[in-house]
């Protein structure tokens, strides 16, 4: 291979993405300048996140482009180095985007090391696991017997905060989109109570499972399920604002919810958003404690492998209609 | 007089609440029992919070009633004690609601001692001034140099979060419902800007007045001034979710603000009802602070005072209508 195929954004979405909003084109393996890595990528995300850098302004990815590549973070085998820390062969971490080859200053690449499988670092080891361990624990503050309320509980960071929440001796709720995916999170996950988000009873089947209520709501999606945890929620309850997956997928996002700020006041509730980024001087270790609990069996970490990166753009599409169990990647070479 | 003059919930209201919602009775002076005390009521409060306890169940007031004596706190003289530690003529803070005379348990009852105005005790020393002070300090933890937002802020907690963040050395903006009275604001209180809600230019106002963003906004409001702080939060910001006095005297309650969960989520902000009765242990230090704050001139508590009890339902109307500056409070007996 001679060329490097890219993924680019083709045009901005006006209402839901689809897989024609990408283009590929192919264009020529660029060349390391001093100081620089040539790195060849084995697997890109597909992250739920990266559908808000679509959508406007006001995300903390900055506003959108067309004719650049996909952003997102993969793994990836160093092709040449121009710098002595990094040798022909060594597998990092890098924002290489959707494409098979970037270049990268040394400093910003991050060397894997240790046993865990590769891929792991897109995932628990990455952005998605460092999330579910500093939101979690820090800011949603779970205590052995409570309740926590995790949406999106199949995604990429909602399946690793539901196994944290059952490892603190929580009673653990989480949401999805079907029946069936609900049965299955329950089983995979070994989580008390799965409940569909999109039943016409979701408020009443939340309530039963719930019966003493919710104290920690880890919120990756904001919208419905978020104005009905609002009140199940417990006084003093914490709730985590990881995410609005259930926003980012328009152009016209709904109203907040009508609990705020009334039920915030009433319950002394505390809501707070947080960005994993801020925790960067805590990320080793927090990565030493998931890479126990990996190593124990007590966090199973869930992969969903997609093959080939023309694949990429449908496989966004189907993620953020609630397709798919654990994180995504698009694994793009050997 | 040897009657009880009572003023009654006679109706909730079901759109905004008239003075014609309330009817007086009179009724005969209740007979103190073995421990308990007859107060005679001098001033009697009218609290924007109250009008959450007419509007259903989902307020820390309770699910209202009509047919008994509106709510509220009073400064009361004691006419008849049978409780040792209570003598005739002491002067005393109680649950009276708007009556003449009312009969408490002794342990019921909160002596008022120390050289500042007993009707302070309805206002700074009082549960709108321990609100302030621990919603202010303890929950939105303001920096000196740091710009805090106070929404209603001539209202009677407003004005004294208002004065304390000045005392923390910040920025104050608030905020009122006319140019007027946000002149008056301005002058009274020495505050840095206050901003009419009520403009049609007001969110290019308030972004003029915070110049480098919000960092502690003192919500009293909800609503359309929650929506626009959303906007001016800086990161890292926090908001004390105090009460909701825009969505009160209404039976159609508006959605949510739009930036919630994304902003909060984009700029790491925390948003934390609370009330002030989870500070109880600590009132006594706040009362201190406070009281040295007053005697040094520092802090200026503002007495808005009506006159008579059958004024008591206009006043209250009025107050929900943004008509006072200060504490309003009515005037009952000599």
Chains 1, 2 share one sequence.
Request: contains cysteine; aromatic residues 6%; proline residues 5%.
């Amino acid at each position: 291979m001679s060329e490097n195929r890219q993924i680019i954004i083709d045009s901005l979405p006006t209402a839901k993405l689809t897989a024609d909003n990408y283009k590929m084109i192919s264009v020529p393996i660029p060349v390391p300048a001093a100081g620089e890595v040539l790195c060849r990528s084995l697997w890109v995300t597909v992250a739920a996140g990266a559908r808000a850098g679509l959508q406007g302004s006001a995300s903390y990815a900055g506003a959108p482009k067309t004719g650049v590549v996909m952003n997102g973070a993969a793994i990836a085998r160093v092709q040449q180095s121009n710098d002595p820390q990094f040798t022909q062969g060594d597998l990092v971490v890098c924002g290489a985007g959707w494409q098979d080859y970037s270049v990268h200053s040394a400093q910003s690449l991050q060397k894997i090391e240790g046993n865990v499988a590769p891929v792991h670092h897109l995932g628990v080891l990455g952005t998605n696991g460092l999330t579910a361990y500093f939101g979690l624990l820090d800011i949603g503050k779970p205590q052995a017997g409570q309740t926590v309320l995790v949406s999106a509980s199949g995604g990429s960071v909602g399946h690793i905060v539901a196994q944290l929440a059952k490892l603190k001796g929580c009673r653990v709720v989480g949401t999805a989109g079907s029946d069936a995916k609900a049965a299955q999170l329950t089983a995979r996950l070994g989580l008390d109570a799965v409940v569909n988000y999109r039943s016409p009873d979701f408020r009443a089947d939340l309530k039963a499972a719930t019966p003493t209520g919710i104290d920690v709501y880890f919120d990756n999606t904001g919208g419905e399920i978020l104005g009905s945890a609002l009140f199940r929620m417990n006084e003093q309850g914490r709730i985590a604002c990881c995410g609005v997956v259930s926003q980012y997928d328009t152009s016209t996002p709904a109203p907040g919810p009508k609990g705020i700020p009334g039920l915030l006041v009433n319950k002394r509730i505390t809501m707070s958003g947080f960005l994993v980024f801020d925790f960067a001087s805590r990320y080793a270790e927090a990565r030493q404690q998931l890479t126990r609990w990996i190593e124990s069996g007590e966090l199973k970490p869930i992969v969903d492998e997609v093959q080939g990166l023309e694949q990429a753009p449908q496989a966004f599409v189907d993620m953020l209609a609630g397709g798919n169990i654990g994180t995504r990647v698009v694994k793009i070479a050997d």
